[in-house]
């Protein structure tokens, strides 16, 4: 039996190995989609593709737990909630449906029943991955930090940047000038951008603090798929 993840992207599954493998717990990880391949956020033709091919898999190799991990970005818990709903809603008959996160419905398969819970990355109930990593770094951030005043003079100007591209564009300046050697920004590419995130989960991942208070319910989620918690 195993426990399975269904994130966003392939960051987020960089991301959610590297915080896995901190709480050492029994989980795999699968994509739903690599967040450059689609500009309109996810669909729910994309999750329930994804949930229909980890149901034929699960009558060779039997799923236990199953945790669909999205953003939240602008929306609510509630309306978020109601989208994972209806998607399980299209894949499996005679559903209970889920209420809350953090809880989990027990689903019927031919093979075997799977629990099933939710969470929806966030920083006080907005955002996305970068979020999440602009709330948890580890390193004093100059660079990234005079963003703000960047911001404010586009608003004095006028002009306006979304939050959510302000973070991305946040994260990438502290990762490449905040948190890089000379001698890594001549190989930028592959050692200083979030193009390469995998490199920085693997060798620089202490530019985060997976102990900061921002990750304690995210961390409450993974651990309901800990066998030795749930027993």
Known sequence: MSN??????????????????????????EIIVDE??????????ILI??????QARNVKKPIDK????????????????????NCLNLVFSDMNILKNTHEFIELSTPSNKIKIACYFTNIEGKGELETVLKAI????????????????????QGKNIKQKDFDKFWVNIYI?????????RKQAGKKCSMNNFEYIMTNKKDIWNF???NLQDLKEFLLLFNEKVNE
Do not use: M
């Not at 450059?36 to 033709?45: F, Q, R």
């Not at 770094?137 to 004095?156: F, I, N, R, T, Y």
């Not at 490449?176 to 890594?184: G, I, Q, V």
């Open 176 to 184: 490449r000038y905040d948190t890089c050697s000379n001698k890594e």
């Open 66 to 85: 199953l945790g669909i991990i999205i953003d939240i970005d602008n929306y609510t818990v509630a309306g978020r909630i109601e989208f994972i709903n």
């Open 36 to 45: 450059y391949e689609t500009l309109d956020g996810l669909s729910e033709k």
């Open 211 to 213: 102990e900061d208070e």
């Open 4 to 29: 399975i993840l269904i994130v966003e992207s392939k960051n987020d599954q960089i991301f959610f190995d590297a915080l896995i493998n901190y709480l050492n717990l029994p989980i795999e990880t």
């Open 137 to 156: 770094k580890s390193q004093d951030s100059p660079h990234a930090d005079c963003l703000e005043d960047w911001q404010k003079c586009l608003k004095d």
């Open 49 to 54: 593709e994804k949930i229909k091919s980890l």
